[in-house]
């Protein structure tokens, strides 16, 4: 496998890690899951830096916190919500299911780099897990889980250059027993995995893997399928590794790259793809372009932002992509039916964006920008240093903008345009963490 510019830079953050942990410690479908969420009270949760934080916005408080004693210098990771469960994981291994309104812990596990197989660990006198190995092996997680049905489906990492092994896991959601795990072909396992015709598909650099979603078994899809008999021939891989969140409407499969070049996979009832000769070496993603129902490539686009998030809305799949001559970077909306751009919206800067509902929301952490799905800009608002945003922008049930600074939690009326601190807390945004925050109403 080639390594690319950004695939190499994925390394880097993957070792970095590694390294991090171990100076600090020698110094020191249809309706979505989140959609049917049952909140108490009207409430944002927030990660960051290792720590669960359910803010009652009617009483403006803490309802309950959690933090894990392994994860506080930062947390690469998203959660991810169903009903009243609250799933986390950590770089650290741990996968820890919360009550959301209570914060009770009703399941948690701790993955070693075993993968399918043993998994050995290091303890202290007192039976707990040690905290300099587990340091050595983080990160273990670098995703965001898969609630779906009855399961919890996510996907491990791993150091490169460690004999860990990363694998795809399959947990019960109510009682977080472990359904089976399956090995992955590379490390860079970092999007949430999607669920297609009740298969379950990861991306992995320039791989994508199917599983069946009950046993968890290896499938083919109708690609090239005999590199091990061909000494010569190549594994069924992308160009470029596809470092983008995968989205299915349940007809297609949409893969983004790296260099924001999208691709529509439409599989039959069988669940294989329009050509299906799994003996031809030729019968691959990088070689057979028949196997796409469309691609997508714009020659003003350079890479796929670094987050790689993508949305469904509508008809439309949204991505937020750097461009070539233009500092600027830019959200785009694709055509889902024919791969087509149906427009693109330049903005000073995003450090993050995100849907909410039928908005659209960005900040290049000084100004918030609030666009329409169709790509207008409705509101451009700066902030001042107090009010300046270190996390996503959630949009409330008034319409309003809340959102985490370093100094708490804030609400910005869009009425009014006035800025008001709901809770004093002390926040930090750094680069190895991934600060989420969601607002829920009460349901």
């Not at 291994?93 to 290091?122: S, Y």
């Not at 109510?174 to 970092?190: A, H, Q, R, S, Y």
């Not at 399928?225 to 470029?240: C, H, I, M, T």
Request: proline residues 3%; negative net charge; glycine residues 6%.
């Amino acid at each position: 496998m080639i390594l690319k510019t950004n695939l190499k830079k994925s390394i880097a953050k993957l070792m970095l890690a590694g390294v991090t942990s171990t100076l600090l410690f020698s110094s020191c479908s249809n309706q979505s899951a989140e959609e049917k969420t049952i909140a108490d009270h009207e409430t944002l949760i927030v990660s960051t830096h290792g720590k669960v934080m359910n803010i009652n916005l009617e009483q403006n408080k803490i309802q309950w916190q959690f933090q894990s004693k392994y994860n506080s210098e930062g947390n690469r990771n998203l959660f991810s919500l169903s009903d009243s469960l609250l799933v986390q994981p950590f770089e650290s291994g741990e996968l820890i299911a919360f009550n959301l309104n209570t914060g009770k812990i009703l399941w948690q596990e701790h993955i070693l780099g075993g993968g399918g197989g043993n998994e050995d660990a290091v303890a202290t006198a007192d039976g707990q897990l040690d905290t300099a190995f587990v340091n050595s092996k983080k990160p273990l997680f670098m995703t965001q889980p898969l609630i779906a049905g009855n399961s919890v489906y996510i996907s491990s990492t791993n150091q490169p250059q460690s004999s860990d092994v990363p694998a795809l896991y399959n947990f019960n959601k109510k009682t977080g027993e472990k359904m089976w795990v399956e090995n992955l072909p590379t490390v860079f396992n970092l999007f949430k995995p999607v669920l297609h015709n009740d298969f379950v598909f990861v991306n992995s650099a320039v791989y994508l893997n199917m599983y069946s979603k009950n046993e968890g078994t290896n499938t083919s899809y109708g690609v090239f399928d005999g590199a091990d008999e061909l000494p010569n021939a190549e594994k069924s891989q992308f160009v470029n590794p596809i470092y983008v969140q995968m989205q299915s409407d349940g007809k297609k499969l949409y893969v983004g790259d790296e260099n924001g070049k999208f691709y529509a996979l439409h599989f039959d009832s069988k669940n294989s793809l329009p050509v299906s000769d799994i003996t031809d070496p030729n019968n691959t993603f990088a070689k057979n372009p028949k196997l796409f129902d469309w691609v997508f490539e714009d020659a003003s686009i350079s890479s796929i932002q670094e987050d790689g998030n993508t949305y469904i809305y509508d008809n439309y799949i949204l991505a937020c992509v750097n461009q070539k001559d233009k500092t600027q970077p830019a959200i785009i909306a694709i055509d889902k039916s024919n791969g087509k751009l149906k427009w693109k919206t330049e903005l000073k800067g995003i450090e993050e964006w995100r849907l909410v509902g039928d908005k659209i929301t960005a900040t290049d952490g000084e100004l918030i920008y609030l666009l329409n799905t169709d790509g207008k800009i409705v509101s451009t608002i700066k902030t001042e240093k107090q009010f300046a945003p270190i996390s996503n922008i959630e949009i409330d049930k008034n319409e309003d903008l809340i959102y985490a600074t370093e100094q708490g939690i804030v609400k910005y009326d869009v009425k009014t345009k006035k800025f008001a601190m709901l809770l004093k807390q002390t926040f930090k945004k750094e680069y190895h963490d991934y600060f989420q925050v969601k607002y829920l109403n009460k349901k």
